[in-house]
């Protein structure tokens, strides 16, 4: 098996292809967790592997609670669905707190002021209350004595998140509220943290594989004992499969024929495709995109732009009110088939926020532009 059959394998996986899932709410519980550092990427990231859904749908679920967004893994932000936060918190908080033990101790983020701020959080955001960052500094400073801005009052936050003070309220973007975490999100049955890391490990490979242990370590940012022990309890329900040097452990067999080639798929920086590998993120790239053009800076360009599952280049989106305007960037001068393709992924792009959309290439790169109405 070569690298260009284990991407059509992993595009399989993550439902970028075949077999999409019916439900916003459930590609979230697919994953167990997706990255969500950019709000509205993330949301494209979810619509994407539906087979109908839109940005309108994914607000509602966002707004009533179904789907959260949170710190739980490395950690940055993840969406997650509201039966799946409390089990995920207990199979990563422990590591995530040593990891950024450093950090706490930096910002003054000890047990006595996180007691008083968490204390505080709570008495502001019961009955319902929703807050932003910027209202809850008010909250400590009037409420607990405590100065948090900056880097310590994102501490602060991201440790009331892990343990289970607050969560995302059902404002998102770039103001995002917080609510109060037992309010928002129900109870369910208690799980050992032993019992969590298993559940984590099977949702990883089931949705990403075939993929590598190393892989697995460096997504959950478990310890190396914790990840194999993951592993072992969940061995009977994975196959395995050495390639290339590399033992890769899937649940099964990709199912179903690749679409057509050529096949564009335009995926956010972010999106779990990237973010789920390391050891094998090479598998990711194509002969064509081996040598990096110079013209593209990928802190500019920091979306994906995927030929038949391998990066083929990069893109980023300006969203005006009527229209999305995507700016592309590519290793290579594009056939005309793929120019097609590239007509059809945008359009896709465009029909989930419900807007007109176009795409372009800078006139350093490429003279040629495209539009979609």
Not at 173 to 182: E, I, L, N, V, W
């Amino acid at each position: 098996m070569n690298s260009n059959e284990l991407a059509h394998w992993r595009m399989c996986t993550h439902r970028l292809w075949t077999a999409p899932l019916a439900r916003p709410a459930e590609v979230v519980r697919w994953f167990g967790a997706m990255q969500a550092q950019e709000f509205v990427p993330a949301k494209w990231a979810i619509a994407q592997r539906c087979g109908r859904a839109d940005d309108d749908q994914i607000e509602r679920l966002y707004a009533t609670g179904e789907i959260l967004r949170t710190h739980l893994i490395r950690p940055t932000w993840h969406f997650v669905h509201r039966d799946d936060i409390r089990w995920v918190i207990e199979a990563t908080k422990y590591r995530v707190h040593q990891i950024n033990g450093t950090y706490y101790r930096q910002c003054g983020v000890d047990d006595d002021t996180f007691k008083r701020c968490a204390k505080a959080f709570t008495k502001a955001l019961k009955g319902g209350n929703e807050l932003n960052r910027r209202e809850l500094v008010e909250v400590l400073k009037k409420g607990a004595g405590i100065e948090a801005a900056g880097l310590r009052m994102g501490y602060l936050l991201m440790r009331a998140e892990l343990d289970a003070v607050i969560v995302s309220g059902s404002v998102g973007g770039k103001q995002p509220t917080f609510a109060c975490f037992d309010e928002r999100v129900p109870e369910t049955a208690a799980v050992s943290h032993d019992e969590a890391v298993a559940e984590l490990t099977l949702r990883y490979f089931r949705s990403r594989g075939p993929t590598t242990l190393k892989d697995f370590i460096r997504w959950s940012s478990l310890t190396v004992a914790e990840a194999k022990a993951g592993l072992s309890s969940v061995r009977s329900e994975l196959r395995q499969r050495d390639i290339a040097g590399r033992t890769y452990f899937f649940v099964k067999a990709a199912s179903g024929q690749p679409p057509s080639s050529p096949r564009i798929d335009l995926i956010q920086g972010y999106d779990e495709y990237i973010m789920s590998y390391s050891d094998s993120k090479d598998v990711l790239r194509s002969s064509d995109g081996r040598v990096t053009s110079r013209a593209i800076n990928p802190n500019v360009y920091q979306h994906a732009v995927l030929l038949d599952g391998q990066l083929i280049g990069h893109w980023r989106y300006v969203r005006r009110a009527e229209e999305i305007t995507v700016e592309t960037a590519f290793y290579r001068k594009l056939g005309k088939a793929e120019t097609s393709a590239m007509d059809v992924a945008m359009k896709r792009f465009g029909d989930c926020f419900g807007i007109d959309s176009r795409w372009t290439m800078p006139a350093h790169l490429t003279r040629r532009t495209r539009r979609i109405v």
